[in-house]
């Protein structure tokens, strides 16, 4: 299994569009790590709002923007993002915390919350849906190395020291993420219940604090020193 994945993953390294790679990541997933649907979220330890990025059901990919909710309201995900690792969930106690929102239309027997995590701060998570293999400390380093392989691959380039010194606060992170998916400042503000003045404020002070002359360069600059994913 190793090798095989392996083989992908050198092939998705050489796809330039960070969309595709995500795609091709998540099909990886589902075909090396069998289930009946995966899910990819974005995540924000700010707010603690997840938005849907991708699913794939049988090899097919769906995009889910449309997919947003606060991940303090669905218990079971939220206790198991706090943990900052894969984990595991199955049995009763389970099953009593699942959200109807989530559920599917045959039975949830148990669910693997896979992190990917920046610079000690989860930015995503694949949330994969009735496994069909045994979850044991060999698979959960499987599994681990997956994320750390997926962070890897989106922030290929090397970084310049300078750019390694990029320190962000959560709500700047919040921001230039939502600006990097291609959303307004308007946008940014309604999602976050802030003011547009506030939103550019926070972009301004990235694109200082990363020697920018814009917010696309801030965002560009941003994505090489791997606080953007």
Request: glycine share 4%; net charge negative; aromatic share 10%.
């Amino acid at each position: 299994m190793v090798g095989s994945l392996d083989e992908e993953i050198l092939r998705i390294r050489l796809i330039d569009s960070a969309n595709e790679k995500l795609s091709e990541l998540l099909k990886a997933f589902h075909h090396h790590f069998p289930c009946q649907l995966v899910h990819l979220f974005r995540y924000s330890i700010f707010d603690q709002r997840i938005d849907g990025i991708f699913s794939c059901d049988q090899g097919m990919i769906k995009a889910i923007p449309q997919w947003h909710d606060d991940a303090r309201t669905i218990p079971f995900l939220y206790d198991a993002l706090q943990l900052k690792k894969v984990v595991h969930l199955e049995g009763e106690s389970f099953q009593i915390r699942l959200s109807s929102k989530y559920t599917l239309n045959e039975p949830v027997e148990n669910m693997i919350v896979l992190p990917i995590i920046v610079n000690d701060v989860i930015v995503a998570f694949i949330c994969a849906i009735n496994t069909n293999f045994e979850f044991n400390n060999e698979m959960s380093r499987y599994l681990q190395g997956f994320g750390e392989q997926m962070k890897q691959l989106l922030h290929v380039e090397q970084v310049p020291s300078a750019s390694r010194a990029v320190t962000l606060s959560e709500k700047e992170l919040r921001v230039m993420q939502y600006t990097a998916n291609g959303f307004t400042t308007k946008e940014i503000a309604s999602f976050l219940n802030i003011a547009e003045s506030t939103v550019k404020y926070f972009i301004n002070n990235v694109m200082t604090k990363t020697s920018s002359r814009n917010r696309t360069e801030a965002v560009a600059n941003l994505y090489r020193a791997s606080l953007l994913i």
